[in-house]
């Protein structure tokens, strides 16, 4: 959130402008070059070092490759939900206290899920890195996925789904143009998933699902901040470096989309309560090489 007053930004952009135009024209300066190594752990998981030592901070970012194209037809909806389990527990934390703990410490974190990946991320004091990193290798390894907590939290995603799709104005618009789009590719059906197939869901489902792809060969591991690489490097292994491997190599079966050879049209009218002339036009571009790669 953005925050201040109108003048007080109009003043910085004068100052701005001021300092600009009374120095003296440069020729355009490159930034520095990135500095990372990359390292793969003997259970699989990838690890992404860069040190930067201007604060003393670090991030943690944990990258699951499995989104909604992962999912299967009727078993949609999976991968952001276990986005939310994620937080809900595991053998040595409570739920909700993944959150709490790096609070307290003055950290923050969150997670997001997209069509092709699950993120989990962390920002805390650099000497909190030893906590960030046992509290994810405690969830990859141990998440608790019961049938109460998946009940609850399945109730919770539909709520969510209700608020920002089914009640709102033209809430179902990016998912029909999604499902117009695409003939087969699981692109076609939305990350957040449909009410029948979350309610057809079993814990069971669910529990599949964790043991496929939360899985260290399926997650790649970033680390920015002030830390040592060496030392970071020790506790990656001490903590995660223990979770044992998946059980079996993870499916890519995902279906190939056929390339589009013509133009496709849709025509979409919605009766609403909102007092509102005229009518909406989107228009869609395929990255062909892109999409036919996933």
Do not use: C
Not at 55 to 63: D, R, S
Not at 146 to 168: G, H, L, S
Not at 265 to 281: C, N, P
């Amino acid at each position: 959130m953005v925050r201040g007053s109108r003048w007080r930004a109009a003043t910085v952009v004068a100052a701005l402008t001021i300092v600009a135009t009374t120095q003296p024209s440069s020729a355009a300066v490159r930034p520095p070059k990135l500095q990372y190594q990359i390292t793969t752990l003997a259970n699989g998981l990838t690890l992404i070092l860069s040190e930067d030592h201007s604060v003393p901070i670090v991030h943690l970012q944990l990258v699951y490759h499995v989104g909604s194209k992962n999912e299967k037809p009727g078993r949609t909806g999976f991968a952001h939900l276990f986005e939310h389990l994620m937080f809900k527990g595991s053998k040595n934390v409570q739920p909700e206290a993944h959150t709490s703990m790096l609070s307290s410490v003055g950290g923050q974190s969150n997670a997001y899920t997209t069509d092709d990946e699950t993120v989990f991320w962390e920002t805390v004091p650099s000497q909190y890195l030893p906590l960030i990193l046992w509290l994810e290798a405690d969830r990859m390894a141990t998440l608790r996925v019961d049938k109460e907590t998946f009940t609850n939290e399945r109730e919770v995603v539909k709520e969510e789904r209700r608020m920002r799709v089914d009640n709102q104005p033209y809430g179902r618009l990016n998912e029909i143009i999604y499902d117009q789009a695409f003939t087969v590719h699981p692109y076609k059906h939305a990350t957040i998933g449909s009410m029948q197939d979350l309610e057809a869901a079993s814990v069971e489902d669910v529990r599949e699902f964790y043991r496929t792809y939360y899985v260290p060969s399926n997650a790649t591991l970033a680390i920015v901040g002030d830390f040592d690489s060496p030392q970071a490097m020790a506790l990656v292994n001490q903590y995660l470096g223990r979770v044992p491997k998946g059980e079996r190599d993870v499916p890519r079966d995902i279906p190939q989309e056929p390339p589009q050879t013509r133009e496709k049209r849709a025509t979409l009218e919605v009766l609403t309560s909102i007092k509102r002339a005229g009518a909406d036009l989107i228009l869609t571009y395929f990255a062909k090489d892109v999409a036919r790669k996933l």
